[in-house]
């Protein structure tokens, strides 16, 4: 385990369902990350929460709502979802988003999303 | 805007080779540099992170090198095994304020033949 976990790690859903990602964080980090990774594009940044509080949202449809209750729980809310849509949902941690310990990040194992 | 692009995108090396994975970025003023590997359809393993006042780091078979100036960094794996294929990413952390996300290349996916 790598200290960042994710369920589920495979979500079917159609296009009109409302379903949800969670990420845990046993690091004691203040920052989260959700990123979406699709076929032969680079790691997409999709929000940042340092401290609980959003700092980024990259653009990112209104279909995907993100909820940071605490600094270890991240949860990232799905609604009328399109087939682009489906990819591997990451989710990462770090000390804070300026990483001034310079340990880096750690990634989940991710959540492989299908949308029918 | 900070663009990281990795070459070879694929790479098949027979087992026992050392091998070396390239990364490049345009914007010199990084933190830190950071080499994942990543196995199908899962998540990312962090195996070296170089801060910017670094110019290598090592563990184990895998050594990771820094030139800021020209605006590169290299993975060399001694001795590659099976084991060893998977997709490695190169990621990058800018400095400054409001610099807070990491800039990933596309990856090279690496095959190691028995």
């Known amino acids: 385990e790598t200290g960042v976990t994710q369920t589920p790690r495979h979500l079917v859903m159609g296009m009109t369902n409302k379903k949800s990602l969670k990420c845990e964080q046993h690091l004691g980090h203040n920052a989260m990350y959700w990123y979406k990774q699709s076929a032969k594009k680079p790691l997409e940044l999709m929000f940042v929460?340092?401290?609980?509080?959003?700092?980024e949202n990259n653009s990112v449809p209104s279909r995907f709502s993100p909820e940071c209750p605490n600094s270890s729980h991240l949860f990232l809310h799905l609604h009328t979802l399109q087939p682009e849509d489906s990819a591997l949902y990451l989710c990462a941690s770090s000390q804070d988003v300026w990483d001034r310990a310079n340990y880096g990040y750690t990634f989940g194992s991710g959540t492989r999303l299908t949308v029918v | 805007k900070q663009e990281v692009t990795q070459i070879p995108a694929a790479l098949s090396v027979p087992e026992g080779e050392n091998l070396v994975l390239n990364c490049s970025f345009t914007d010199s003023a990084i933190y830190n540099l950071q080499w994942f590997r990543q196995d199908p359809g899962k998540g990312l393993t962090s195996l070296l992170l170089?801060?910017?006042?670094?110019r290598e780091q090592t563990s184990g078979r895998l050594n990771a090198s820094l030139d800021k100036s020209s605006g590169r960094s290299t993975l060399y794996i001694a001795a590659s095994q099976p084991g060893d294929s998977a997709t490695y990413l190169c990621?990058?952390?800018?400095?400054?304020?409001?610099?807070?996300?990491?800039?990933f290349g596309k990856g090279t996916k690496l095959s190691v033949i028995p």
């Open positions: 929460y340092n401290f609980k509080e959003q700092t």
């Open positions: 170089i801060q910017s006042s670094q």
């Open positions: 990621a990058v952390k800018d400095s400054g304020a409001g610099s807070y996300q990491l800039t």
